[in-house]
């Protein structure tokens, strides 16, 4: 059996301060330039050189104020805050590649189905069909409260409002349009088919929506889906919908679990085991040798800020881990935040102290560090040992940590046979799943397309 690929992703974020949080006050880092195209058109480039499947952006539409009930540590070392809207770098990145896919997080919760679903449509069409949704709920108090609520919808409660903004979209994507709607025919005056293009109706609990999708077909329509829920309602709403899994493991036998319940959710909603990939977040400091990886670690660590680190975690569990001295033992609140960042906590045995040894280097990622040919040998284990399909590689020092994965790693990998040696042709769909642009058949999407005769 010939063995898996590795896919993989960079992550990152329309901001300063992503995952690894105090590197941008290193020397050689660039990510204060993040409000320039030229920072991400040249990203783009080199992660297209590179062969990366797509470029991940995370988003947030709130701050991190949990944290000594203040943004004073986000806004000094820039904790994803200023934070710019991911959706508008595509264009410009789609420009200069072919090939490097755009998974996009957006927020649900507070963006009308029908204006975003033009929205991607539109970045559909402008990418030739590279483009994929990271589906969010949210889950800080600060967004609802921007945005006009009182607190945090409830977190399963979030999940129903998400399946029903999904039905809507499919409905939209799948279902206005028939695929020969479009007849580009001068002779005739005709573009569209009138009788080709049917107006959704849809009277829901959250959503009312009565018209026509704005856009023509884009080549994906419906555009890669990727979600990051570990809990059981996030479990079984990935199942129904998702088609890229993000997760966050800290050893191999507790991600094997985790995406063998990916895996079971997809094929208890009627779909294959397969037909979802998942990918692990991850930190990688590698140079041409053991001794100078370690070097580049020690030298980042100098860099790095821990309290950052704890600060942007202390949102993520909705717990202001400030409150305690640095051995006293940190109490389990449940919450409405990030349920498996809670679960990490339930034992009450985590310290301040502990949790600032975690994020030594800003986040709390699994760092490997070491030569290319030990870097190679540890991602091959963790796809090999736990299922996974691929990984989102975290930035450290930008672009450094992405040019030295791609001239360091990726020969490496490639001389091993896992990973790819070009780009297969196609959508980003097609290029992940090998089963053409569309969702398949079984995907619950297909309940909502137009079907002509």
């Known amino acids: 059996?010939?063995?898996?690929?590795?896919?993989?992703?960079?992550?990152?974020?329309?901001?300063?301060?992503?995952?690894?949080?105090g590197l941008w006050t290193h020397p050689r880092d660039t990510s204060t330039q993040y409000k320039t195209l030229e920072y991400w058109t040249e990203l783009a480039?080199?992660?297209?050189?590179?062969l990366f499947d797509g470029l991940f952006i995370a988003d947030i539409v709130g701050v991190y104020d949990v944290y000594q009930n203040s943004i004073d540590v986000p806004l000094r070392e820039s904790i994803q805050l200023?934070?710019?809207?991911?959706?508008?770098?595509?264009?410009?990145?789609?420009?200069?590649?072919?090939?490097?896919?755009?998974?996009?997080?957006?927020?649900?919760?507070?963006?009308p189905p029908y204006l975003f679903a033009r929205r991607m449509s539109t970045l559909d069409h402008l990418s030739r069909g590279r483009v994929g949704w990271n589906i969010v709920t949210g889950y800080l108090d600060s967004a609802a409260k921007a945005m006009g609520l009182s607190e945090q919808v409830e977190h399963d409660?979030?999940?129903?409002?998400?399946?029903?903004?999904?039905?809507?979209?499919?409905?939209?994507?799948?279902?206005?349009?028939?695929d020969d709607a479009v007849a580009n025919d001068p002779a005739r005056r005709v573009y569209a088919e009138p009788g080709k293009v049917r107006k959704v109706r849809h009277q829901g609990e959250f959503y009312q929506v009565e018209r026509y999708h704005l856009c023509e077909p884009s080549p994906q329509r419906t555009?890669?889906?990727?979600?990051?829920?570990?809990?059981?309602?996030?479990?079984?709403?990935?199942?129904?919908?998702?088609?890229c899994v993000f997760i966050s493991g800290q050893n191999k036998a507790s991600t094997r679990a985790q995406v063998d319940k990916v895996r079971a959710s997809a094929v208890a909603a009627g779909r294959q085991a397969d037909d979802v990939k998942v990918f692990m977040g991850l930190t990688v400091i590698v140079a041409a040798t053991e001794e100078a990886a370690r070097a580049k670690h020690a030298e980042y660590l100098e860099y790095a800020s821990a309290e950052a680190g704890v600060a942007h975690f202390a949102s993520s569990t909705a717990i202001d881990f400030a409150q305690y001295e640095l051995d006293e033992p940190i109490q389990y609140v449940k919450s409405n935040a990030i349920q498996s960042a809670t679960k990490h906590l339930q034992n009450n045995d985590w310290t301040r102290r502990k949790l600032l040894d975690q994020h030594a280097l800003g986040g709390r990622y699994i760092t490997l560090v070491g030569s290319p040919q030990q870097v190679a040998d540890e991602l091959i284990a963790w796809l090999d040992?736990?299922?996974?399909?691929?990984?989102?590689?975290?930035?450290?020092?930008?672009?450094?940590?992405?040019?030295d994965f791609i001239d360091l790693v990726v020969p490496e990998l490639q001389r091993r046979g896992r990973y790819k040696t070009e780009y297969a042709e196609g959508p980003l769909r097609q290029k992940l799943f090998e089963q053409g642009a569309r969702l398949p058949q079984r995907h619950i999407a297909n309940e909502f397309r137009h079907l002509t005769a």
């Open 82 to 111: 200023p934070v710019n809207d991911p959706l508008l770098l595509v264009s410009a990145m789609a420009a200069v590649t072919r090939h490097l896919g755009f998974g996009l997080t957006a927020n649900l919760t507070y963006e």
């Open 385 to 403: 040992e736990t299922g996974l399909d691929g990984f989102n590689l975290a930035r450290t020092v930008t672009p450094e940590s992405y040019v």
């Open 223 to 243: 555009p890669v889906l990727f979600q990051a829920g570990a809990s059981d309602r996030g479990l079984l709403f990935a199942g129904r919908h998702a088609e």
């Open 45 to 50: 480039q080199t992660l297209e050189r590179g």
């Open 157 to 178: 409660r979030r999940y129903d409002q998400a399946d029903e903004y999904l039905q809507v979209l499919y409905k939209l994507w799948e279902g206005s349009w028939a």
């Open 1 to 21: 059996m010939t063995a898996k690929k590795i896919l993989l992703n960079a992550f990152n974020m329309n901001c300063v301060g992503h995952i690894n949080h």
